[in-house]
């Protein structure tokens, strides 16, 4: 919805203090995508606060950074809160007439906030991240929703970032100098890469608090962040930190009641009444909003609800029907357009349909990775850029179906996971695997997987040998070990790489089991037992992966990088309420994933339409070869400070690329082949942050050929 960014000085006389002062104007302008409609800029002695606006409630008179009626306190703020005109409501109840200046959600917030503190915040509905600060710096608070759908980055001036490595209900810190802002090109100070950050992102072994940088942290998902000004000695100040995380686990439990027909029809019932709060929810706004529509299941059930609210007038918007966006691809196996538009049509939606090719992945992927500032090998981003570019010529806002693959088990991971369970069940001490039927059925089953497994969105062959590896190292059962393991051998070799590896177990450990029963983390044999392993790589998942790298890749950052907002009705409070209290048997059902909601919207419309099996929403390849040269792919390790032998493992991985692109591969090399290749992508990737964030030298747009493309797309009546 919005971009936002703030400098907040306990001591003037900091070392750093004058030099983050004179870049922070600049550097908050590189975020101005995120909000067009209004920019402002307030200066304090201590505090300085900028703001770019995308408005959708009170268009006049919410303007940001919004002072207090007294003017001793500032907030900044991006996102929505959908239940804000009923918690005013509350606050009036309570403190009797608040004569509002504004009917924005941004005051609701700031006045909720010094009345009632943290209770407060703890009962917003919505996507949302904010800082509230006192004008003369002497306290301040941050906060970000529960998942992280919107992003909140800190940099601290003297501190070691990797305390935040392990999981804990709270830190405890000092510093200084502290800036933030909705993303980290926008904050102040020289970017510089720590290598166990890098690394771990590099790898896919993702953190929500580190990132690759020195000094810069993100504002744990569901998290709080509160600082007092105190002494410091020698007439110097300093802030007290302290940082909590959402210490709670996406579920509680793992085993299935016994749920008799009327009871599971009343399970059902009560699925869809949340998933239908929540998109009714998602509809306050003064504007009309669109959504995105695919062949899965899961934009599919939010489009239905959305339809529905449209013929009940719960949209408040005058139109008859609403816009539908689908993004189609030249490469067939990764088209979906065809079957999205006749789902819209038969909603009375309008398609509206862009088609891209390679060459329109290949332009559009460096800037996608320069918005995200993230390392990681998907390419599914470069094609969520342009569709956020493509819906933006007709609406400021869209519902996404994200979050369902996460919160409902959507991933070939955890149909894994819960075919391991499968395998070890009754199995005699001592019998190794491939000996009994259940051992090779996980492949039997998704033998079409492997002839693409990038196509397939999978990153294990299914033999079981991911389990195996991982709790012998770890101890945790990590379903993608052998594509970790890969990338990190291709770029620090065999040696050095099972060192590394096993000095993140620890840590790793440490995020799968947070928000779980206490005495979980003092058993080793809870997370060694294969009836747990779905839950705990779902609650690592939805702490981690969703979101450090998926609610920015293809989530609020390509959405917010051509000022797009994206509601996301499965990540509600509702939603995360009713999962929190399902077992397994409701997610994963035999090799069925997302079983409760395809069983819940199937007899909403066409049953085959909601038993669609899951399709990876995923992109091609990118032409390595072509941008190979342009961002000194080959230097990136060394200039990371991971290798000193970087030069040479780059040119040893796309050697690999060029040797097997004329060959074929035979089944049991194509998924080392693609997790190469994947490394691969991903030293591209990290060249272009290394240029555009660290260097900062941002990439120019070519609007005439971006204008081409979209010319190509449009309404399909």
């Not at 509160?226 to 909590?244: D, H, L, M």
């Not at 599919?300 to 959305?306: H, M, R, S, T, Y």
């Not at 080392?672 to 691969?680: E, G, I």
Request: with cysteine; proline share 4%.
């Amino acid at each position: 919805m919005c971009g936002f960014s703030g400098l907040l000085t306990a001591n003037r006389s900091h070392p750093q203090a004058a030099e983050w002062k004179s870049r922070f104007a600049d550097a908050a302008q590189r975020i101005a995508h995120r909000g067009n409609d209004d920019s402002r800029f307030l200066n304090f002695q201590s505090v300085s606060l900028h703001h770019f606006r995308l408005a959708f409630q009170d268009l006049e008179s919410g303007r940001q950074p919004m002072l207090s009626k007294d003017g001793a306190t500032a907030i900044t703020f991006n996102g929505e809160i959908y239940n804000h005109l009923e918690l005013r409501k509350e606050l009036e109840k309570k403190y009797g007439n608040l004569s509002w200046r504004t009917y924005s959600d941004t005051e609701t917030i700031l006045e909720g906030w010094l009345l009632d503190g943290t209770s407060f915040i703890d009962r917003l509905e919505g996507e949302f991240a904010f800082v509230i600060s006192r004008t003369d710096g002497s306290e301040w608070m941050a906060a970000r929703d529960y998942f992280g759908v919107k992003p909140l980055f800190l940099a601290l001036a003297d501190i070691n970032t990797r305390i935040f490595s392990d999981a804990r209900p709270s830190y405890t810190l000092h510093s200084s100098l502290v800036s933030f802002a909705s993303e980290m090109k926008a904050l102040p100070n020289k970017k510089s890469w720590n290598r166990d950050g890098a690394l771990r992102q590099f790898v896919g072994l993702f953190e929500p608090i580190c990132t690759p940088f020195e000094n810069i942290i993100q504002c744990p998902p569901g998290g709080r962040v509160f600082a007092t000004k105190q002494p410091n000695g020698n007439e110097s100040f300093t802030y007290r930190i302290n940082v909590t995380t959402r210490n709670q686990a996406i579920r509680q439990k793992n085993k299935a009641p016994f749920w008799s027909e009327q009871e599971s029809g009343k399970v059902l019932q009560s699925f869809r009444e949340s998933l239908e709060t929540s998109v009714t929810e998602r509809l306050l706004s003064d504007v009309e909003l669109g959504v995105y529509l695919s062949g899965g299941i899961d934009s599919k059930v939010i489009a239905f609800e959305l339809a529905k609210a449209l013929k009940k007038g719960n949209t408040g918007w005058q139109t008859d029907s609403l816009r539908a966006f689908t993004v189609g691809f030249e490469s067939a196996g990764y088209d979906e357009s065809i079957e999205a538009s006749s789902f819209a049509r038969l909603l009375g939606f309008t398609p509206h349909i862009l088609t891209l090719s390679n060459n329109a992945l290949n332009y559009s992927y460096p800037h996608a990775v320069q918005i995200s500032e993230n390392l990681q090998p998907f390419t599914n981003g470069a094609a969520k850029w342009w569709l956020s570019l493509f819906a933006r010529q007709y609406v400021p806002g869209v519902l996404t179906g994200d979050g369902a693959d996460e919160l409902l088990c959507g991933y070939p991971s955890f149909r894994y996971c819960a075919w391991w369970a499968f395998t070890q069940r009754g199995r005699a001490s001592g019998l190794s695997s491939g000996k009994r039927w259940r051992d090779s059925v996980y492949v039997k089953r998704f033998v079409g997987q492997t002839r693409d497994p990038w196509l397939a969105g999978s990153s294990a062959e299914g033999r079981g040998d991911d389990f195996e590896k991982s709790l012998s190292l770890w101890g945790i059962p990590h379903p993608l070990f052998e594509q970790v393991q890969t990338i990190t051998e291709a770029i620090l070799g065999k040696e050095e790489a099972q060192l590394w590896l096993s000095s993140q177990g620890p840590s790793l450990r440490s995020w799968y089991l947070l928000g779980l029963d206490s005495h979980h983390k003092d058993d080793p044999s809870y997370t060694l037992d294969p009836e747990n392993a779905l839950l705990i790589w779902q609650n690592y998942f939805c702490h981690t992966h969703l979101p450090v790298q998926i609610l920015n890749w293809v989530g609020d950052r390509m959405e917010m990088a051509n000022t797009l907002e994206g509601r996301t009705p499965f990540l509600s409070g509702a939603m995360r309420r009713f999962v929190a209290q399902l077992p397994d048997i409701a997610l994963v059902q035999g090799f069925t994933d997302k079983a409760i909601l395809r069983k819940s919207y199937a007899s909403q419309f066409e049953r085959n339409l909601a038993l669609t099996p899951k399709k990876q929403f995923n992109a091609p390849f990118i032409d390595f070869q072509k941008l190979y040269e342009q961002f000194e792919v080959k230097d990136v390790l060394n200039r990371m400070g991971i290798n000193s032998n970087g030069s040479k493992n780059a040119n040893s991985l796309l050697e690999m690329s060029q040797k097997h692109q004329s060959i074929s591969i035979s089944t049991q090399d194509k998924y080392l082949f693609t997790h190469r290749l994947a490394a691969l992508q991903t030293l591209l990737c990290s060249s272009i942050v290394q240029r555009t964030l660290v260097d900062e030298l941002p990439l120019t747009r070519d609007h005439e050929f971006e204008a081409s493309i979209l010319s190509q797309g449009g309404p399909k009546p």
